[in-house]
């Protein structure tokens, strides 16, 4: 799901503009709950985010082959998609532990810092109407959002994960 902006989208959403602020990767709490229960409460979350990324629209197209004159669509529609994801990744630090992946989850999370951080990079190259820029930072978010959603699956999370 953290990949979310079609074929971008793989977005990113899930879920990051024009907060320049990244969760720490491993913010969460010191409590522990069962694993099922972690995994329940964060797919929540992931859900809630996914509504809202569905809710911005389609993307403006692929944003491999953008043109200069789509990138005040790309700057909006990011702008909207890293807000999302830039909400949802504090929700998500602040769960407690896992009772077991402790590790995982917590790469879970700096992996989702990673694409809001790629989402944000977008979303400026595509704001100062840089398309080379904005290129190498599509092709860089859509790695690191496969890279996220292959371990939140992994560790079992169907919500986040599964765009």
Known sequence: RLAMLGSFAIVLLAGCG????????TSAPAATIA?????TKAD?????????VTALGAAPGDPTTAT?????????????ADTILATEAPKLAALPNPDQGQAQ????LGDLAKVITDGQAAETAAQ????ATFKTA???F????????????????TACGAK
């Open 35 to 39: 694993k099922a229960d972690y995994i």
């Open 138 to 140: 599509v092709a860089t």
């Open 142 to 157: 859509a790695t690191d959002s496969v890279a996220a959603n292959t371990a939140a699956t992994a560790f079992g999370l």
């Open 128 to 131: 100062a109407g840089d398309l």
């Open 105 to 108: 989850s917590d790469a879970i």
């Open 44 to 52: 929540a979350i992931c859900t809630d985010g996914n509504t809202q």
């Open 18 to 25: 024009s907060s320049t602020a990244t969760p720490a990767a």
């Open 68 to 80: 200069a004159d789509q990138l005040p669509a790309w700057a909006t529609y990011l702008h909207g």
